[in-house]
Nanobody, 124 residues
């Protein structure tokens, strides 16, 4: 049974940093991070392949966020720097059981398993 559990959310001021973690039980998957702000749909943030060698980012977080993984710990991370108020929302990690699909990874329906989420609040 696959379980994903996020942690590391919190409240920070604009310009601050947070590191989110996603603990994975089960196999090694292509992993994605999504977020959902108040009154908004689920938005792609970043994805990483099984080995950690390939990653893709949303334009809005490029050069501020970094996705990486430690497969020895079965954990995927999202390092978030220079946070902005518009980064506020629930952050969710998700697992894709397929091989790397590049541009398709921005679609929430590409992912099979989801964690319960962790809240990030950025104040101005």
């Amino acid at each position: 049974q696959v379980q994903l559990v996020e942690s590391g959310g919190g409240s920070v001021q604009a310009g601050g940093s947070l590191r989110l973690s996603c603990a994975i039980s089960g196999n090694t998957f292509t992993m994605g991070w999504f977020r959902q702000g108040p009154g908004k749909g689920r938005q792609f943030v970043a994805a990483i392949d099984r080995s950690g060698e390939r990653a893709v980012y949303a334009d809005s977080v490029q050069d501020r966020f970094t996705i990486f993984r430690d497969n020895t710990r079965n954990t995927v991370y999202l390092e978030m720097n220079w946070l902005k108020p518009e980064d506020t929302g629930g952050y969710y990690c998700a697992a894709d059981v397929s091989d790397w699909k590049g541009a398709d990874l921005v679609r929430p329906d590409e992912y099979v398993y989801w964690g319960p989420g962790t809240q990030v609040t950025v104040s101005s």
